[in-house]
């Protein structure tokens, strides 16, 4: 790689993020022109990655990203959206959903969510949406999600499944995305779209004080009601159709 290139180019879209002990690698951003609601709105990418490594120099931060070989791994994505100094910033967490955010399954809420929340973040003005790896499945991977998915469908619940097959029904870890959001934006309030309780108690934890949440409760029907429900009734999410869309 020429090294001048190389300097110009990649060298200041990289920034180093202290995590507990270890250290993220954000890289952006990416001007990317989405599709939202049949019109072209031009979002801001980045993507990270965690590492134990912490290194000074710019150029060799890239080496070291590049000899990684990462096209093996999960990598989480953050989208922008207008100004990040806004008051008050829309913020979604969302969690990959291969067979909801791809292949438009209406099993569950996650592909309808996902683009309900890049609507509302455009409307709003100003936001960010996480699109977080190793979610699959509230964390249990995308072949044990398969896995329970056979179990729904002779009439348990996903709560049922997930422990009749003995894992975990949440094993999520937001603090990673959250220690990106701290560093994309410093001060100002927060409102999260989510019905999910843990996510609003993980910013807290995190040190976010001025926190809200608007609820995201979308295209419900006769696929995933008992999905739905089985969230309001076994995992807490906050029941408050009011403000669907």
Not at 37 to 49: D, G, L
Not at 108 to 119: F, I, P
Not at 161 to 170: C, F, Q, S, T
């Amino acid at each position: 790689m020429d090294k001048l290139t190389l300097n110009k180019e990649l060298v200041p879209a990289i920034q180093s993020i202290v995590f507990n002990r270890e250290y993220l690698y954000l890289v952006g951003p990416v001007d990317l022109p989405c599709d939202v609601n049949s019109q072209v709105r031009m979002f801001r990418w980045y993507s990270w990655i965690k590492t134990p490594e912490h290194i000074d120099q710019k150029d060799a931060q890239i080496k070291y990203l590049l000899d990684r070989r990462m096209e093996n791994s999960q990598v989480s994505s953050v989208l922008t959206f207008g100004s990040l100094t806004e008051n008050n910033i829309f913020v979604r967490l969302h969690s990959i959903c291969h067979t909801g955010d791809i292949f438009g399954s209406q099993k569950c809420d996650c592909g309808n969510q996902l683009r309900a929340s890049m609507e509302r973040i455009v409307e709003h003005g100003s936001g960010i949406l996480f699109y977080l790896a190793n979610h699959e499945g509230r964390g249990i991977g995308l072949m044990n999600k398969a896995l329970t998915y056979l179990l729904q469908q002779s009439g348990y619940d996903t709560v049922e499944a997930n422990e009749i097959l003995g894992l975990p029904v949440d094993c999520r870890s937001y603090d990673e995305a959250l220690c990106i959001l701290k560093h994309l934006r410093r001060e100002g309030t927060i409102t999260f779209l989510t019905n999910n309780p843990s996510k609003i108690e993980a910013a807290r934890r995190y040190g976010f004080e001025e926190v809200r949440y608007e609820p995201l409760w979308v295209n419900e029907s006769v696929h995933n009601h008992k999905y739905l429900m089985t969230k309001i009734e076994k995992t807490r999410h906050m029941l408050n159709r009011e403000v669907s869309r």
